[in-house]
């Protein structure tokens, strides 16, 4: 299998740059995805985001990526809002619906601490994930002002002041995680190096 | 939470400077030779500000940029003379994390900031503020603390966070480059009066004036320049002189 890693390409605002900078560092090949024909080239998928909930849904409609993701059977990794669009529904500037690939919700942080929560934050590895391997404890670059509310996929937890969120998320073949792997040192190229690493499930 | 340590590189393309009260520049390297120097001495973000670009009214440089973007893996803030969402689309495309304006939001128009915060969302929206003392108050400043704006900090840091903004990086005019403390007394205030995170810089001289900032104002993060660029201290000897002060620092 040639593994090449998938990047999906919508809007004007995605630091495209920078994730496959990373991937490419983990030792991985890399494909900017512009439309979804593509997908047939690649192995697995990352689904960056930057912005709001609302504008990535519109921005993937518009890009007609939205039934290709739902239908997608490929290993994928949403990234920050690329996680929280896998969800049912996201309450940025209103109510949008989201890609429903988990049954979860994306919500305001509720947190008695300044948001967005912006820094270096460790991770508590809840349920054992490949997409985890090695890297129990470690710290990654958080940047959010909105969470992913799940009760039966967590994979992965995170406190800030006291307050305990879903760092990263998985369902069969769907993974999710609400920081920067690739803007967090050796220890997101090492978490990139397990995606590109891990097998199809099912 | 743990306080960030950023590097701070002033550019006057294609050098780093260090200027003194934002004048009187020195060079001192190269925007992406210092951020991988910073980037494995371990700060946490590094901040790219192009000072003259708004002064001599041009657009910002982008070749550095995305150089120094290249070289790094962790955030990357940049600014300098951003006036529209066109500019912001630009910096990001080039590897920048979070944009920082001033000037033209400052003296112009401030509805930049809630226009950018819909687009690119809050997080990425940094609002720059040069702050001069008064008597009684601290006024706005921009181009390098040469023109004054008329707004008064402690208001401007609210209306910011109101339309939008996801950060405020405070830099004083009286305290920048002369290595003698931070602006405490500002500081704090600009702190307790959000609700969004607010990244001190001006003033470190020696590890003792960073340490009196954190626990007296309780920023969420350190903007280092000085310090770092004249090789008197690591990123290193900073956050491990914190952590034995029982300070929170990422490792």
């Given amino acids: 299998m040639s ?50 909930f609302k504008d990535a849904m519109q921005e993937l409609e518009n890009d007609e ?46 947190v008695d601490s300044k948001v967005p929560h912006v820094g270096f934050n460790t991770i ?62 050796e220890a997101g190229i090492k978490l990139f190096k397990n995606f590109i690493n891990l097998k199809r499930r099912g | 939470m743990n306080t960030r340590i950023i590097a701070k590189l002033d550019v006057k393309p294609p050098y780093v400077v260090k200027p003194v009260h934002f004048e009187g520049l020195r060079r001192v390297g190269t925007p992406s030779v210092l951020a991988k120097k910073y980037y494995d001495q371990g700060a946490d973000e590094v901040v790219y500000i192009d000072i003259v670009s708004s002064l001599y009214q041009r657009n910002i440089i982008f070749d550095e940029i995305e150089k120094t973007a290249n070289e790094l893996f962790i955030p990357f803030g940049v600014g300098g003379g951003v006036k529209t969402i066109e500019d912001m689309s630009k910096l990001f495309h080039q590897g920048a994390d979070k944009v920082f304006i001033n000037t033209h939001a400052v003296q112009k128009d401030p509805t930049l900031i809630n226009r950018a915060a819909e687009i690119f969302g809050n997080q990425a929206v940094v609002i ?111 956050k491990d002189y914190l952590r034995e002060n029982n300070i929170e620092v990422s490792k």
């Fill in chain 2, 128 to 238: 720059n503020i040069e702050a001069k003392k008064w008597k009684d108050h601290w006024e706005c400043y921009t181009d390098c603390g040469r023109m004054q704006s008329n707004k008064d900090v402690l208001e401007w840091v609210k209306e910011v966070e109101r339309r939008g903004a996801g950060e405020i990086l405070l830099q004083s005019v009286d305290h920048d480059g002369r290595q003698r403390g931070f602006d405490i007394e500002l500081s704090k205030k600009v702190v307790e009066s959000v609700n969004i995170p607010v990244v001190i810089a001006s003033g470190a001289g020696k590890l003792e004036d960073i340490k009196k900032l954190i626990e007296e104002a309780k920023p969420s993060g350190v903007a280092i320049a000085s310090l770092l660029h004249y090789n008197k201290n690591t990123v290193k000897d900073i």
């Fill in chain 1, 65 to 110: 990526f939205i039934e290709p993701l739902k239908n997608n059977k490929k290993p994928i990794l949403g990234i920050c809002l690329g996680m929280q669009i896998l969800a049912t529904v996201g309450f940025e500037y209103g109510a949008t619906k989201g890609l429903g690939l988990i049954e979860a919700e994306a919500r305001p942080m509720l």
């Fill in chain 1, 3 to 52: 593994n090449t890693i998938g990047i999906v390409n919508y809007g004007i605002a995605g630091n495209i740059h920078s994730i496959k900078k990373a991937i490419e560092a983990a030792g991985g090949k890399t494909l900017v995805i512009n439309k979804p024909e593509q997908f047939n080239k690649v192995d697995k998928l990352v689904l960056p985001g930057v912005g709001s």
């Fill in chain 1, 124 to 185: 508590d590895v809840v349920n054992d994930n490949e997409l985890f391997y090695g890297l129990e404890g470690e710290e990654y670059y958080f940047m959010h002002s909105y969470e992913v509310i799940n009760y039966t996929n967590i994979v992965a937890l995170t406190k800030y002041s006291n307050h305990s969120f879903v760092s990263s998320i998985q369902r069969d073949n769907i993974y999710g995680v609400q920081f920067h792997p690739e803007k967090s040192r």
